[in-house]
C-alpha cells in the first residue's frame, strides 16, 4: 500500500521530518542507506550554533524555532539535549554574534574570563546535544508513532514511484549523488573525543587561524574540533589535524592536558550556498527537499522539520 510520504535518509534532518509528519497524522516511513550511528549526524559535537548554513534570515527563523523545541526536549534527561553555558571567544572586538537575536542572555565576557590570547568573548546559554543519545531518542519516538526504518539505497528519487504520494529528500550530502546537485560539496569536520576531565562549560573560536576550535563538554566526554575542509571527501581520521586539535583546545581549556583520547571521528558536512528547502511538483513523483544544512543541521533541524511538513501537506492537496 502506498504511504503519504517517503523519507530518503535517517541523520538529524530525516528523523526530525519523518517525526513531525507521523506526529501530525500523516502516513510517513524512511528509506535510508545508513542506519543514523553511521551518519554525518552522528559525529556533530552539537552545539545549537549557526555555522556554515545560509541564507543567514532563514537560518534565523529555522534556528530561533529549533532552539524553543530543544529548550523543551532538555527537560527530559532521557533525550541527550542539555542547556549548556559556553563562551565563543575572538582575537578582535566584535560585535554581537548576528544570531544573538535567538538565543536571550548573549552577555560580553569580562576580560578575566578571556583565555590567553583573546581580545574579545560572549558567554551565553545554549542547546548542547549529545548525538548518539539523541539519534536513538529520535528514532524511538518515530517508532513508537507507528514509522518504519528500511535500509535501502535509492538510486534514483523515482524509483519509489508507488510507494509513496510524495518523496521527502532529507539525504544530506548523499542529494548530490540523488538528484546530481552540483552545488552540495563536502566540508569535512574531525573530531577526537576524549574523556571528560570534570568540564562543563563549552569554548569555541571560529575564526582561530589555525582552524576552527571548540570544545564541547558531554555527560562523559567532550567533543574536539575541529576541521572545516571544502570539498574534501576523505573520511579517515588524520594524525597531523588531530594532534593539531589537541593542542590547540588543551591551549583554550589547560585541564585537558592528559585527557584520555577515546576516539577519532570524521563527518562530512553538506555544504550548500543555500540549504534547500522547496516543493518540486513537476517531478514523476512530487518531492519535498530538505537538505544542505551546512555545519548547523542539528541547530536547523525542528525549524526546517515543520517547513517541511507544510510543504508536505501542500503537495499531498486537501
Ligand atoms: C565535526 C562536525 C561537527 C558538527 N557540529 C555541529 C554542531 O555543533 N551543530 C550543528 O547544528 N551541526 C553540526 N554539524 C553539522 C551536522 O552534523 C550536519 O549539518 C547534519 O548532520 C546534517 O544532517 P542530515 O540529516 O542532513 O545528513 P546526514 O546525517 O548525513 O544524513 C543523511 C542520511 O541520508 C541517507 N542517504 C544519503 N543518500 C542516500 C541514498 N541515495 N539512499 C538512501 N539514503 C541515503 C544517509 O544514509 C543518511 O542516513 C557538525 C558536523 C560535523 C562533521
Redesign the pocket.
Known amino acids: 500500500m502506498s504511504a503519504d510520504a517517503v523519507v530518503?535518509?535517517?541523520?538529524?534532518?530525516?528523523l526530525s521530518t519523518a517525526i513531525r509528519l507521523r506526529e501530525s497524522g500523516l502516513d510517513a516511513r524512511i528509506?535510508?542507506?545508513?542506519l543514523p550511528a553511521n551518519?554525518?549526524?552522528a559525529?556533530?559535537?552539537?552545539?545549537w550554533?549557526p555555522?556554515k548554513a545560509y541564507p543567514q534570515e532563514d537560518v534565523l527563523r529555522w534556528g530561533a524555532r529549533t532552539f524553543e523545541v530543544f529548550e523543551g526536549l532538555a527537560a527530559n534527561h532521557g533525550t541527550g539535549v542539555r542547556m549548556r553555558e559556553g563562551v565563543e571567544l575572538g582575537r578582535e572586538r566584535a560585535g554581537e554574534p548576528w544570531w544573538a537575536g535567538a538565543v536571550s542572555g548573549v552577555r560580553r565576557c569580562a576580560e578575566d574570563e578571556l583565555p590567553a590570547g583573546y581580545r574579545d568573548g560572549h558567554a551565553f546559554v545554549v542547546p548542547v546535544v549529545e548525538m548518539p543519545v539523541y539519534l536513538r531518542y529520535l528514532v524511538d519516538r518515530f517508532t513508537a508513532a507507528g514509522g518504519e526504518i528500511e535500509e535501502?539505497?535509492?538510486g534514483r528519487p523515482d524509483e519509489l514511484a508507488g510507494e509513496a504520494r510524495v518523496l521527502v529528500n532529507?539525504?544530506?550530502?548523499?542529494a548530490k549523488?540523488?538528484l546530481g546537485d552540483d552545488s552540495l560539496r563536502p566540508i569535512r569536520?574531525?573530531?577526537v573525543r576524549v574523556r571528560n576531565p570534570g568540564l562543563d562549560r563549552f569554548s569555541l573560536d571560529e575564526d582561530d587561524p589555525e582552524g576552527v576550535t571548540y570544545v564541547v563538554p558531554r555527560s562523559e566526554d567532550c567533543i574536539l574540533?575541529?576541521t572545516a575542509d571544502e570539498g574534501a571527501w576523505h573520511t579517515e581520521p588524520d594524525a597531523v589535524a588531530a594532534a593539531g586539535i589537541l593542542r590547540r583546545c588543551t591551549a583554550l581549556e589547560p585541564r585537558l592536558a592528559g585527557a584520555e583520547v577515546l576516539e577519532h571521528r570524521v563527518?562530512?558536512?553538506?555544504g550548500r550556498p543555500e540549504v534547500r528547502l522547496e516543493r518540486e511538483a513537476d517531478a514523476v513523483l512530487p518531492r519535498v527537499h530538505n537538505?544542505g544544512?551546512?555545519?548547523?543541521?542539528?541547530?536547523l533541524s525542528w525549524g526546517c522539520a515543520e517547513e517541511a511538513l507544510r510543504l508536505v501537506r501542500e503537495a499531498l492537496g486537501p
Do not use: D, W
Open positions: 530518503i535518509g535517517c541523520g538529524v534532518i530525516g528509506v535510508t542507506a545508513e551518519t554525518t549526524s559525529v556533530a559535537a552539537a552545539i550554533y555555522y535501502r539505497v535509492v532529507c539525504a544530506g550530502l548523499g549523488g540523488l569536520g574531525q573530531v574540533g575541529g563527518g562530512l558536512r553538506p537538505y544544512h551546512g555545519g548547523s543541521g542539528v541547530t
